[in-house]
């Protein structure tokens, strides 16, 4: 058996915290397999099962549909889709090719961020903000202050 060993770690990977919203699900979750009754509201996770038509179509994907890795942008169907939900929901048309599927509001703001700021940017957040925002802006080498309102600078990118 060989075993690998990680002779060096990228300095950059001192500054970078653990996620806070998962550390919180996880004693959550610790409580909760202790027979305590819990109601999750810590990562935006609903307190109720997946609805069941949901599930049958998740199904019905499987068992029937080809699987591979999507495009980076999204599903080109779901894309179209959700341009159709501003068109008809808000009258206002936004362009398929404008809309981006991400995983979470994490990685949405990730690229968000990452395309309009550059170091040397003020970034105003404020108390009670998504904790993503602080981190996002932490891995551009950001937030200082968590938990008030601040204006951040951002410093080189490391």
Do not use: C, W
């Amino acid at each position: 058996m060989v075993t690998a060993s990680l002779q060096r770690i990228a300095s950059r990977m001192a500054h970078i915290e653990p996620f806070e919203v998962m550390e919180i699900q996880s004693l959550a979750r610790q409580v909760e397999a202790q027979g305590h009754d819990v109601i999750h509201l810590e990562i935006g996770e609903p307190d109720f099962r997946t609805p069941q038509p949901i599930v049958d179509a998740a199904k019905r994907a499987l068992d029937n549909e080809k699987m591979y890795y999507t495009s980076a942008l999204g599903l080109p169907a779901l894309r179209e889709a959700i341009s159709g939900f501003y068109r008809t929901r808000y009258g206002v048309e936004v362009p398929a090719s404008r809309i981006i599927v991400t995983a979470g509001s994490s990685a949405a703001l990730l690229l968000a961020f990452g395309v309009v700021l550059d170091a040397g940017d003020e970034v105003l957040t404020q108390v009670g903000r998504e904790v993503s925002v602080a981190l996002v802006t932490e891995d551009l080498r950001g937030a200082e202050d968590r938990g008030r309102v601040d204006v951040v600078t951002l410093r080189e990118f490391s």
